[in-house]
T-cell receptor, first 116, second 112 residues
Framework: AQKITQTQPGMFVQEKEAVTLDCTYD???????LFWYKQPSSGEMIFLIY??????QNATEGRYSLNFQKARKSANLVISASQLGDSAMYFC?????????????FGAGTTVTVRA | NAGVTQTPKFRVLKTGQSMTLLCAQD?????MYWYRQDPGMGLRLIHY???????AKGEVPDGYNVSRLKKQNFLLGLESAAPSQTSVYFC???????????FGDGTRLSIL
């Protein structure tokens, strides 16, 4: 079963508009963490935002915010005021405990293209 | 501050050849990971290490071996390269499980 599901392979957004990237997850671990990473065309993985399963408030980091709906197992990334530099692949990831270790599982990613 | 450094950045191998990818981190992180990234599949965990001298299998370990003789280094070996191992390989490290992983810039490996 897929641990992380990103249903949007690609999205287009107009510059200065907001965009929401969907992410749903599946885990039985009550203490898990959710991450979003950005991968521009240059290939590096850039950490954007983190949400712990026990965090009461949605995480925010500058123009990035995480819409965390625990009951729905959803952790959508919202990018506000999109910029051309936001064009990239975005990955949702979940950290959960598996036996004695913690594993990070990635979704397949969503490609965002920002139009001028 | 170098962070996580992967060597080499690009490599082309012939089927059956062997090679070692090197990952070095200067952040004194305990945990280190090797992933492969293939189109449409995100990142998949190959092997990982929770400390010097320890290694464990991830999601797709077959055909790979690893070693962590020094805390700062994590080596990924391909004993007999196969075309199915053509991929982009990422190394990552982290200090704690609720902290983000720091990634290297990746190694693009092609097996002919």
């Amino acid at each position: 079963a897929q641990k992380i599901t990103q249903t949007q392979p690609g999205m287009f957004v107009q510059e200065k508009e907001a965009v929401t990237l969907d992410c749903t997850y599946d885990t039985s671990d009550p203490s898990y963490g959710l991450f979003w990473y950005k991968q521009p065309s240059s290939g590096e993985m850039i950490f954007l935002i983190y949400q712990g399963s026990y965090d009461q408030q949605n995480a925010t980091e500058g123009r990035y915010s995480l819409n965390f709906q625990k009951a729905r197992k959803s952790a959508n990334l919202v990018i506000s005021a999109s910029q051309l530099g936001d064009s990239a692949m975005y990955f949702c990831a979940m950290r959960e405990r598996v036996l004695i270790d913690y594993k990070l599982s990635f979704g397949a990613g969503t490609t965002v293209t920002v139009r001028a | 501050n170098a962070g996580v450094t992967q060597t080499p950045k690009f490599r082309v191998l012939k089927t059956g050849q062997s090679m070692t990818l090197l990952c070095a981190q200067d952040m004194n992180h305990e945990y280190m990971y090797w992933y492969r990234q293939d189109p449409g599949m995100g990142l998949r965990l190959i092997h990982y290490s929770v400390g010097e001298g320890t290694t464990a299998k991830g999601e797709v370990p077959d055909g790979y071996n690893v070693s962590r003789l020094k805390k700062q280094n994590f080596l990924l070996g391909l004993e007999s390269a196969a075309p199915s191992q053509t991929s982009v390989y990422f190394c990552a490290s982290e200090q704690a499980v609720n902290q983000p992983q720091h990634f290297g810039d990746g190694t693009r490996l092609s097996i002919l």
